[in-house]
């Protein structure tokens, strides 16, 4: 509508401007400058629309992410006058969280060093990655959020360390306590969250799936949803898992092997939209088919 304005405003002034008589000298050339003017002061209109309507969203979403920011220093500020970082280490580790999501690769890592009181990539080898479990899950995940491969095999080694020393720790009993619990993901089980990450890791350092990564990715996701029964995420990744498995095993022809993971993909789906109560269905549903 407002294009269509400026069009009318642009045609208006053109045809003014040659409707008056033939003229020549100054005249004309006073008439030429103001018809230029005319097609500039269009072409500048056209532009600040385009920066309006195309570059401000995207502005305002980097200026929203700021402003998060800067609240979230503000209120930790505020908390670390009454609590040490040691002894409030979830809203902590929700603050680093949302640095790494949104690209405050930086801040994020001085979080967690922070936490951890001791920055694990400058400490020898045999003392490196210790500290409280939640934590050293976070590092990690910052550790594969810097996307060079190296990073993720060393944090995908160490995962699998933590999984070792973490199922060691606990007892069969806690781990069926709190499987039952609410799928929001602040009542998610730690150990449930770090065999999905397992899982989920390890899908992607083995695009070329063979039988072997097949069975310990299939093991670590059901663990996942044996942990957290009722968590939406592992269900969801214990179904499309199978779903890919079922292709792979289609795709290199063996029919047979492919339908014994049918069942199990269709359960984790209705699984997943069973816990699913406050997301959003359908984008779960596509990105799974």
Request: proline share 4%; with cysteine.
């Amino acid at each position: 509508m407002i294009g269509l304005l400026f069009l009318l405003i642009f045609f208006t002034a053109v045809k003014r401007t040659y409707s008056l008589p033939y003229m020549e000298g100054p005249n004309a050339s006073r008439a030429s400058i103001s018809s230029y003017r005319v097609v500039m002061m269009f072409i500048t209109c056209l532009c600040i629309l385009a920066v309006d309507f195309r570059i401000y969203p995207r502005e305002y979403a980097q200026t929203e992410t700021y402003v998060t920011s800067l609240v979230w220093q503000v209120l930790l500020a505020v908390r670390a006058l009454v609590l040490p970082p040691t002894e409030d280490i979830e809203t902590w580790l929700k603050f680093a969280s949302l640095c790494r999501k949104n690209g405050r690769i930086s801040q994020a890592r001085s979080t967690l060093i922070k936490l951890l009181q001791y920055d694990p990539e400058a400490s020898p080898e045999n003392v490196r990655y210790h500290g409280p479990p939640q934590v050293m899950l976070a590092y990690l995940k910052y550790q594969w959020s810097l996307g060079d491969d190296h990073k993720r095999k060393e944090a995908f080694a160490r995962l699998q360390n933590l999984v070792r020393e973490f199922s060691i720790s606990l007892n069969i009993q806690s781990i069926a306590s709190t499987a039952s619990t609410s799928g929001t993901n602040a009542n998610v089980p730690l150990l449930a969250r770090v065999y999905h990450k397992l899982g989920a890791w390890q899908w992607s350092l083995s695009p070329g799936l063979d039988d072997d990564s097949i069975q310990e990715i299939l093991t670590a996701f059901r663990n996942a949803t044996q942990c957290a029964t009722k968590w939406a995420k592992a269900w969801h990744a214990w179904a499309l898992f199978n779903t890919a498995v079922m292709s792979h095993y289609t795709l290199r022809g063996f029919p047979t092997i492919a339908s014994q993971f049918v069942v199990a993909a269709v359960t984790g789906y209705f699984h997943s939209i069973a816990c699913a109560a406050n997301i959003l269905l359908y984008p779960l549903l596509v990105a799974g088919f």
